[in-house]
């Protein structure tokens, strides 16, 4: 935005109750100056550059103390879409709306953005500044990456955008739950399972250009330690010795017979020592991994990714990814709000219209699910089993899943769901239901759920149905970054949230181990005691039945004492546009942006 067009804006806004475009109102050289915050000679010279851009038309009165006439020419509303469509083109989309929310842009003007914005985003070959026409997909989402620290990865959007960046030492196939080799092309153990020896392939390069080595997987280890998120999955590492310059020994304290499903893990994404311990806090403003991508700018506006051109599992077909971080009333203003399921050209068809424009469609059902923890470490009616157990029994999921529709799925009466969670019945019985309410002794008072905005609508319709029942619920609605803060965490009886289960066993066992995970911190001690328990012992287990066994058994006793209330599975979409190919979705929900091309490059203009 220009200084002119800036002061333009200021004055108008100034004057705007009592003017009228393209008619004079009286006026000051001096109320010109309080409206833009300046000197009266300062006013002088910029209502000069106004009437020289024909953005006013000024005249002057006659003789000292008179008053002069001022005359806006330009209209506010096109104006402000003008600049929000530059910043766009710059990558500074937050700041447009905060623009227009600063200069009171009406509705119709922020919604005429948001259908150019929809034209702006999706793919098309660009020409970079060296004329090269790079393949490009812009998209929004309507949250800020919150890290790309592994080591603090919580979300599971995070945990995608660390996938495009970094590798790990092994990876999963969901589709198959076999592993294949990643950073490591072989692995292998001691006879109890204890030591753990990983062995590099040659030649795979950092973005910055160095060569991957042993000490930067050791570093990458030891830096997990502590008080991290991610340090659950290093617990029972004792030792990380380079054996020599591609070659890993980890030894842990205890067996561990899925430890490469843990290195699979994005919180195990490996990092340069160099570039770390050279400068930390400049790392983290443009992180380096070995990834299919590199992080080529990142502000609070916007992520760009590009091409990691000697990526060793073969160069990515698309350029580059732009992608917009939005302001999250903004979804509600687009006829394609739910961009990370859509992949539309310049002018792709609205929801509705997919399935007659000849797209693809995409479902599948996300693998985990939507369910309550309660509180044990706080006072009140989540306290009791009797009222935990009542609350699952009136719950009425099928009548949710009826009235709230999208993506809502199915009852859920587990963490994930299989091949019988459509023909499933829910528990549902309303007379136990209030049976237990009496035995409960619940009297009325209120219960706190909280919840982050994805699932604010789900959680007023619970507070809605409890109400039929006389609970009386209190919705607290927190954002992605503070619903895990200590406060939020302690005042909440119930916590309704989604979990994702990328890695089967090892993202089961996160929700029990790692540090603000919201099952843990809800869980009372003793269970969590017991948990731990289990959890070594199925990690000690060589037959996967075994182990499986063991972690149903704690997902059992959860659900049987009501410590978990499981509510829904829920759907993953995608439409595809007919050009756009080598696109499947992946277990976060998102795309492997690595695989994607273009069958027709003039799809995007």
């Given amino acids: 935005m220009s200084m002119t067009t800036e002061k333009y804006l200021m004055l108008f806004n100034s004057y705007e109750a009592r003017a009228r475009l393209g008619e004079e109102t009286e006026t000051t050289t001096e109320e010109v100056a309080q409206a833009l915050f300046c000197t009266a000679r300062n006013a002088k010279l910029i209502v000069k550059r106004l009437v ?42 937050k700041q447009a709306f905060e623009l227009f929310r600063h200069y009171g842009a009406g509705k119709e003007t922020v919604e005429r953005y948001v259908q150019w914005l929809n034209g702006h985003f999706g793919y098309r070959a660009e020409t970079s500044a060296g004329s090269e026409s790079l393949e490009t997909f812009r998209f929004p989402i309507y949250y800020p990456i919150g890290t790309m620290d592994p080591a603090m990865v919580y979300y599971a959007f995070d ?14 196939d969901a589709a198959t739950g076999s592993l294949k080799p990643g950073l490591a092309h072989y692995w292998e153990s001691n006879a109890d399972m204890t030591e753990w020896t990983f062995y590099l392939r040659k030649g795979i390069k950092f973005h910055h250009g160095r060569e991957l080595r042993a000490e930067d997987v050791r570093h990458t280890i030891e830096r997990t330690r502590g008080s991290k998120p991610s340090s659950w999955l290093v617990r029972t590492v004792k030792e990380v010795v380079c054996e020599g310059p591609r070659a890993v020994r980890i030894v842990l304290d205890r067996p561990n017979a899925i430890f490469p499903r843990f290195t699979s893990s994005s919180g195990m994404s490996i990092l340069p020592r160099d570039a770390l311990e050279e ?51 903004t979804a509600s203003l687009s006829d394609n709000v739910e961009w990370r399921h859509f992949f539309l050209t310049r002018k792709g068809p609205g929801r509705d219209d997919n399935a007659n424009k ?26 009791s089993e009797a009222f935990r157990r009542a609350f699952g029994l009136f719950l009425n999921r099928r009548r949710m899943i009826r009235e709230l529709g999208e993506d809502r799925a199915y009852p859920a009466r587990g963490f994930r769901p299989t091949e019988k969670t459509p023909d499933l019945n829910e528990e549902f019985d309303e007379e136990e239901a209030r049976r237990l309410l009496r035995q409960s002794g619940y009297a009325g008072e209120p219960f706190v759920l909280c919840t982050y905005e994805t699932h604010e609508e789900d959680a007023r319709w619970i507070a809605r149905r409890c109400a039929e029942f006389g609970v ?40 029990y181990e790692q540090d603000g995970n919201f099952l843990k911190e809800h869980l009372g001690g003793e269970i969590r005691r017991w948990v731990t328990e289990e959890i070594d012992r199925a990690l000690a287990c060589r037959e996967p039945s075994r182990r499986r066994e063991l972690l149903d058994g704690i997902e059992s006793r959860l659900r049987e004492e009501s410590h978990v209330t499981f509510v829904l599975h829920k759907k993953l979409n995608a439409y595809v546009h007919p050009a756009v190919k080598g696109v499947g ?21």
């Fill in 159 to 172: 945990a995608h955008m660390m996938r495009q960046v970094y590798d790990r030492l092994v990876e999963y």
């Fill in 472 to 511: 009386n619920v209190e919705i607290r609605v927190e954002t992605h970054s503070s619903v895990r803060k200590d406060e939020a965490l302690a005042v909440s009886d119930g916590l309704l949230f989604c979990l994702v289960f990328a890695v089967e066993d090892v993202c089961e066992i996160e929700n």
């Fill in 279 to 329: 400068n930390e806090e400049r790392f983290w403003s443009k992180p380096i991994g070995t990834g299919p991508f590199r992080i080529a700018n990142w502000t609070a506006n916007h992520c760009e990714l590009v091409v990691h051109p000697d990526y060793f599992q073969g160069r990515a077909h698309m350029d580059r990814l732009m992608i917009a971080f939005m302001p999250e009333e």
């Fill in 358 to 383: 000849g797209w693809r469609s995409l479902e599948s059902l996300c693998r985990g699910s939507m369910l309550m923890t309660w509180n044990a470490s706080k006072e009140g009616p989540q306290r």
């Fill in 585 to 605: 979705l992946n277990p976060f929900g998102w795309v492997d942006f690595k695989d994607v091309w273009l069958e027709n490059r003039e799809i995007g203009g």
């Fill in 52 to 93: 020289e851009e024909r953005l006013i038309a000024w005249h002057s009165g006659k003789g000292r103390g008179n008053v002069s006439r001022i005359v806006f020419l330009a209209e506010k509303e096109p104006l402000l879409i003008d600049i929000g469509m530059d910043m766009a083109r710059k990558g500074d989309y």
